[in-house]
């Protein structure tokens, strides 16, 4: 069983800059690909960002160059940079985690980022 706690959410301008981070409490933290979503107001959530447990990352398309994401496994965190936010990055932002040897999966509850001026 893992639990995720995420934090940094909350209002930012257009082209401003947040940092988020989900904390992992269990154990075995390095064996699970993490990963950001996003879910927008009557929208699907959507897959923002994944780095598997080899440090692999992939992003959607929509923000590529302007997010990064980054585990910390020592700390069991893994962090969502982003740069040149923009209104239509306004949404719910889950952690997700994906056990490689069970491929159990789990959610955060969620973090509200608001872009807005």
């Known amino acids: 069983q893992v639990q995720l706690v995420e934090s940094g959410g909350g209002l930012v301008q257009p082209g401003g800059s947040q940092r988020l981070s989900c904390a992992a409490s269990?154990?075995?933290?390095?064996?699970?690909?993490m990963a950001w979503y996003r879910q927008a107001p009557g929208k699907q959530r959507e897959l923002v960002a994944r780095i598997t447990t080899k440090g692999i990352t992939n992003y959607v398309d929509s923000v590529k160059g302007r997010f990064t994401i980054s585990r910390d496994n020592a700390e069991n965190t893994v962090y969502l940079q982003m740069n040149s936010l923009k209104p239509e990055d306004t949404a719910v932002y889950y952690c997700?985690?994906?056990?490689?040897?069970?491929?159990?999966?789990?959610w955060g509850q969620g973090t509200q980022v608001t872009v807005s001026s």
């Open positions: 269990g154990s075995f933290f390095s064996i699970y690909t």
């Open positions: 997700n985690a994906l056990s490689t040897s069970t491929l159990a999966g789990y």
